[in-house]
């Protein structure tokens, strides 16, 4: 476990521990979390990689999910940041130790709103944020896919929320670049349904971006690389 944490390190909110953890949880929660936003790589992949393998940390995952829920919603326009939470939730899933049924009500929204997101980051377009929307969505095809049998109507109701980002007129480029992605990878019945709107799919989201077009006076052209990203999961499906 991580014992001392970063100097320096950005803040992370988070809900109250103090008097519901043991001593030790505490500290290691308010130092993993600060390491996890630390810009010094040593640190971060130090933190993350105890998140990953340490045993034991079962009774922090409620806190560790409202962190990163509550990190992301305050800094959606800072993309580093969300990536951070992202990480530290793909850190947290891969630890075999950790049960995460209870807490997926809290986590599947999340990783939405990464996903279908109308802005994640400043504007930049050196920011990848596409690249971060593809990586929350192959954690939620994870997610759903590992708990399908538990709640089989997951996966359904997640399915909607992606469609109607996909189909709805006024939702932005970036939210429908996110509903492709994540439904392309959902499986063989989500990547039909994304078929079945592929003609509205080819002239409402890709045509206009990839010709220069703009959104609310900004550029948000789909970048070429990302929009072949996107066929060839389409393409596994045809």
């Given at each position: 476990?991580?014992?001392?944490?970063?100097?320096?390190?950005?803040?992370?909110?988070?809900?109250?521990?103090?008097?519901?953890?043991?001593?030790?949880?505490?500290?290691?929660?308010?130092?993993?979390?600060?390491?996890?936003?630390?810009?010094?790589?040593?640190?971060?992949?130090?933190?993350?990689?105890?998140?990953?393998?340490?045993?034991?940390?079962?009774?922090?995952?409620?806190?560790?999910?409202?962190?990163?829920?509550?990190?992301?919603?305050?800094?959606?326009?800072?993309?580093?940041?969300?990536?951070?939470?992202?990480?530290?939730?793909?850190?947290?899933?891969?630890?075999?130790?950790?049960?995460?049924?209870?807490?997926?009500?809290?986590?599947?929204?999340?990783?939405?709103?990464?996903?279908?997101?109308?802005?994640?980051?400043?504007?930049?377009?050196?920011e990848d944020h596409w690249?971060?929307?593809?990586?929350?969505?192959?954690?939620?095809?994870?997610?759903?896919?590992?708990?399908?049998?538990?709640?089989?109507?997951?996966?359904?109701?997640?399915?909607?929320t992606l469609l109607t980002?996909?189909?709805?007129?006024?939702?932005?480029?970036?939210?429908?670049?996110?509903?492709?992605?994540?439904?392309?990878?959902?499986?063989?019945?989500?990547?039909?349904?994304?078929?079945?709107?592929?003609?509205?799919?080819?002239?409402?989201?890709?045509?206009?971006?990839?010709?220069?077009?703009?959104?609310?006076?900004?550029?948000?052209?789909?970048?070429?690389?990302?929009?072949?990203?996107?066929?060839?999961?389409?393409?596994?499906?045809?």
């Amino acid at each position: 476990m991580i014992r001392t944490g970063p100097a320096g390190a950005p803040a992370v909110a988070h809900p109250l521990v103090k008097d519901v953890l043991a001593k030790e949880l505490q500290l290691y929660y308010t130092h993993v979390t600060a390491a996890v936003v630390s810009r010094d790589d040593t640190v971060r992949e130090t933190a993350l990689g105890s998140l990953a393998t340490d045993p034991g940390l079962q009774p922090l995952l409620p806190y560790l999910i409202k962190a990163a829920q509550d990190h992301i919603t305050k800094h959606l326009r800072q993309l580093w940041e969300v990536a951070a939470m992202v990480a530290m939730v793909d850190a947290v899933l891969r630890n075999g130790n950790f049960f995460m049924v209870p807490y997926l009500h809290q986590l599947i929204p999340l990783l939405l709103t990464t996903i279908v997101g109308r802005h994640l980051g400043s504007g930049d377009p050196a920011e990848d944020h596409w690249a971060l929307r593809r990586t929350a969505a192959r954690l939620l095809a994870g997610v759903l896919a590992q708990h399908q049998s538990a709640y089989p109507l997951m996966t359904t109701r997640v399915q909607k929320t992606l469609l109607t980002a996909l189909v709805d007129d006024s939702k932005a480029v970036t939210s429908k670049y996110g509903a492709v992605v994540a439904l392309a990878l959902l499986g063989t019945h989500s990547a039909r349904m994304l078929v079945t709107e592929a003609p509205r799919y080819e002239a409402g989201i890709f045509a206009p971006v990839l010709g220069g077009g703009t959104e609310g006076g900004t550029a948000c052209a789909v970048p070429a690389a990302n929009e072949r990203n996107v066929r060839q999961l389409l393409d596994a499906y045809a």
